[in-house]
């Protein structure tokens, strides 16, 4: 038998050590992880303010283009242009 400081050693009670001091370590590596990930994470567009939609606003395409007259992004020609193509019934070279 072996003594180590007057007491036996047990090889269980190392091995169990062993996978304790394995679980530890890759619990705080997983945490770290995480928590870089978390912190990493990109935020709304609009820099945190207000709520972050990821679907397009309801009432389609005719209700874009209003915002984006109203926002000053087109002028009065292009807007009634889009609008009028927006309205406008498919042709039979459209359709499948």
């Known amino acids: 038998m072996m ?9 269980w009670g190392w091995f169990a050590m062993s996978v304790g001091t394995v679980l530890f370590w890759a619990l705080i590596i997983t945490l770290g992880v995480l928590l870089f990930r978390a912190l990493a994470r990109p935020g709304p567009p609009d820099g945190g303010h207000g709520t972050w939609r990821q679907t397009p606003p ?3 395409p005719e209700q874009i283009l209003a915002e984006r007259y ?7 020609e292009e807007y009634h242009r889009r609008l009028t193509t927006l309205r406008r019934p ?6 499948p």
């Open 3 to 11: 003594f180590w400081y007057g007491h036996g050693v047990n090889c």
């Open 90 to 95: 498919p042709t039979d070279a459209a359709r």
């Open 70 to 76: 109203a926002r000053g992004e087109i002028d009065d």
């Open 58 to 60: 309801d009432g389609g």
